[in-house]
């Protein structure tokens, strides 16, 4: 059995996010023939667990400063994969990921090494201007602290153009690319 964790990091109700973050989990899951353990985060929830720099997590390996969010941590650390799933707002994530991952420190050991490499990850971002694609850019930005982290980025998908609460549920192609990341995340 297989482990997934899924960070959602957008605060809207039917957000395009959320949506295509669901249809990477419906991947995921594909025809039910595998059993799969997928725990999703609504990361609106952890936004006062604000990183206060103490700098005590790399010897820890936790959050001294927050224990509430130590299990979230703790099941992306025992995770076998992981999917990040963020608006793109002003030119990177929302603040919402950005405030979860500013303690992914607890990942880290003093000497910079990662305590969770060799996992398996996706990235999925949005974003509403339908000309530029810096969705693209979120993903490519998040890409290298997730390299940084050691583990292997199986596939990413920035979608433009999707302002509007839930407009992505009329891209058909963006919801196939989302399932098919899902699909093939764990697949050799
Ligand atoms: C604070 C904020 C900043 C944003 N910045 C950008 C941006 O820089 N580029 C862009 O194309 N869209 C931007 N958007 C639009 C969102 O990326 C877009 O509406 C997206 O679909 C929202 O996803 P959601 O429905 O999952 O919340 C921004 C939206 C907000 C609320």
Not at 52 to 60: D, H, Y
Not at 112 to 135: D, F, H, T
Not at 176 to 187: I, P, Q, V
Request: negative net charge.
């Amino acid at each position: 059995m297989k482990k997934t964790v899924v960070l959602m990091a957008s605060p809207r109700l039917q957000s395009n996010t959320d949506i295509l973050a669901n249809k990477a989990i419906d991947g995921i899951r594909g025809d039910g023939a595998e059993e799969h353990q997928i725990d999703k985060f609504d990361l609106v929830e952890m936004q006062e667990y604000v990183c206060v720099a103490c700098g005590q997590c790399r010897q820890a390996g936790e959050c001294l400063e927050y224990p509430e969010i130590n299990h979230v941590l703790e099941k992306i650390a025992a995770a076998d994969g992981l999917v990040l799933a963020t608006p793109t707002w002003w030119l990177g994530p929302s603040s919402y990921l950005k405030i979860f991952i500013d303690h992914w420190g607890a990942f880290l050991r003093p000497d910079y090494s990662s305590r969770i490499a060799g996992k398996k990850a996706l990235i999925l971002a949005c974003c509403g201007n339908p000309e530029v694609n810096l969705a693209e850019k979120v993903c490519d930005d998040l890409k290298q602290i997730v390299d940084f982290l050691g583990l292997e980025v199986r596939g990413m998908l920035g979608v433009k153009g999707v302002n509007e609460f839930g407009a992505v549920v009329r891209d058909d192609i963006a919801l196939e690319k989302a399932f098919t990341l899902g699909a093939t995340l764990y697949s050799t």
